[in-house]
Every structure is written in structure tokens, then in C-alpha cells.
Nanobody
Framework: QVQLVESGGGLVQPGGSLRLSCAAS????????MGWYRQAPGKQRELVAA????????NYADSVKGRFTMSRDSAKNMVYLQMNSLKPEDTAVYYC?????????WGQGTQVTVSS
């Protein structure tokens, strides 16, 4: 059983920054892909960023390109999402995701609220 635990969410003003962390209970090198998703009230869950096995490729949603950066630390079995220039529309619950095809694992989510 794989556990993913997110942390780092909170309330931030527009233009501010937050860094989300996701701790995995096993080596992140064993996952095919790891990603961050978000779900705003009344909306479907959407992909924010994903990083391939080995960290060679990172993809971002158009809405966050240039503002968010996903990274990984294999030694700590952690992935991160650095979020800069936050906007009110970034408000959502953010989920860590890991895939070992064909199985997908999810964390419990962390709330990010961008408001003045």
C-alpha cells in the first residue's frame, strides 16, 4: 500500500507564494509518473503538473506555466510544487498523485486559498 501525504497549503494573498510538499511511503523512483492535481468547488479535478520517472520531463497546465514549478527529491521520497504569483483562481484543494501502471494513488489533499 502506498501513502502520499501533502502539506504546505494555506491562505495567501494574490501575488504571493506557497510551496506544497508530498511525502511518499515508498521510493518515488518506483512510480511511472507523479503529479499534482487540483479541484476547485463545483469543478472537475484537473492536472496541474506531472513529472516522469527519473525526473526527465515535467509538464504543466497552461494556466500555471511560468508560475508553478514541480520538483522531486529522490533521496527524501518527496515531490514539491512551488507556486508563485498566485491568483484567486488558483484556489482549490491540491492533491498529490502517483502512478504505478495501472494503479493510481492519491493523497488526502491540501487546501490552497488565494484571497485578499
Amino acid at each position: 500500500q502506498v501513502q502520499l501525504v501533502e502539506s504546505g497549503g494555506g491562505l495567501v494573498q494574490p501575488g504571493g507564494s506557497l510551496r506544497l510538499s508530498c511525502a511518499a511511503s515508498r521510493s518515488i523512483g518506483s512510480f511511472n509518473v507523479m503529479g499534482w492535481y487540483r479541484q476547485a468547488p463545483g469543478k472537475q479535478r484537473e492536472l496541474v503538473a506531472a513529472i516522469s520517472s527519473g525526473g526527465g520531463t515535467t509538464n504543466y497546465a497552461d494556466s500555471v506555466k511560468g508560475r508553478f514549478t514541480m520538483s522531486r527529491d529522490s533521496a527524501k521520497n518527496m515531490v514539491y510544487l512551488q507556486m508563485n504569483s498566485l491568483k484567486p483562481e488558483d484556489t482549490a484543494v491540491y492533491y498529490c498523485n502517483a502512478q504505478i501502471t495501472p494503479i493510481t494513488y492519491w493523497g488526502q489533499g491540501t487546501q490552497v486559498t488565494v484571497s485578499s
